[in-house]
């Protein structure tokens, strides 16, 4: 699964271009979902969900045509993002998930620097950000391949173990051609296997992450170091 972030500030045509995005890309035979990242409620007070709701309980919903659960507390963006059965996902709003590439809609051309322009892949709207690839309602299409062909999602746990400070700038880098999502360990299934007197011991996927990450960073900058099977004796 991929995703491309929809990001502006309120009034500035998220909704609208992420109704025409998925459009689009289902048009060209993907399967498309979208998470809407908001600050608000996502129920209308005195609902029956809302009624029936209270702190950690979940309430479901069931109709004819559709479905819904209301959480009542944080989840995180990648517990959503992992139960969605698509190809790629728009996440609209999430101006603070530097984990993914991103479409700006700006109202003026002063908002671009609070939305971390570095991560996006063009503009949509009347206002456009130079050297930026610019879109509007005219070529959606052309967008939808844009975004099909650079949508991508990182681990989003700033781990470091790309080497680089945190996501944002393994997004960057991704988007400057300079790195690509597989360089991002934590999506990556750990390769170290750790033996005590010939006895495997079992790691979680993280501990066995940090510790492969912790190993190959200190190796790399030996001379003769290279990609292969790695061996450790401590006696």
């Known amino acids: 699964m991929r995703a491309i972030g929809i990001t502006g500030f309120k009034n500035s045509g998220k909704t609208t271009l992420t109704g025409l995005l998925a459009t689009a890309l289902e048009g060209l035979g993907r399967k498309v979902a979208v998470i809407k990242c908001t600050h608000h409620g996502l129920d209308l007070p005195g609902r029956d969900t809302s009624?029936?709701?209270?702190?950690g309980r979940p309430v479901?919903?069931?109709?004819?045509?559709?479905?819904?659960?209301?959480?009542r507390g944080k989840i995180g963006f990648m517990d959503l993002f992992t139960r969605l059965?698509?190809?790629i996902v728009l996440v609209e709003g999430g101006k603070n998930l530097t984990f993914l590439p991103r479409v700006l809609c700006l109202r003026d051309i002063l908002e671009a620097p609070m939305l971390a322009p570095e991560l996006a892949v063009g503009?949509?709207?009347?206002?456009?950000l130079p050297p930026l690839p610019a879109f509007d309602e005219n070529s959606v299409e052309e967008l939808a391949r844009v975004a099909d062909a650079k949508?991508?999602?990182?681990?989003?746990?700033?781990c470091g173990l790309c080497g680089r400070e945190?996501?944002?700038?393994?997004t960057r880098d991704i988007l400057a051609g300079e790195a690509s999502p597989k360089d991002c360990l934590a999506l990556t299934p750990p390769s170290l296997n750790l033996k005590v007197n010939g006895r495997e011991v079992?790691?979680?996927d993280f501990t066995a992450r940090m510790l492969e990450g912790g190993l190959r960073g200190m190796l790399a900058p030996l001379k003769g170091?290279?990609?292969?099977?790695?061996?450790?004796?401590l006696k």
């Open 51 to 55: 009624k029936l709701s209270a702190p």
């Open 60 to 71: 479901a919903a069931l109709g004819e045509d559709d479905a819904a659960i209301f959480w």
């Open 85 to 87: 059965p698509a190809d």
């Open 123 to 128: 503009t949509f709207g009347p206002v456009s």
């Open 151 to 158: 949508a991508f999602v990182l681990g989003g746990l700033d």
């Open 166 to 170: 945190n996501c944002a700038a393994l």
């Open 202 to 204: 079992p790691l979680n």
């Open 225 to 233: 170091m290279a990609a292969g099977t790695v061996e450790i004796v």
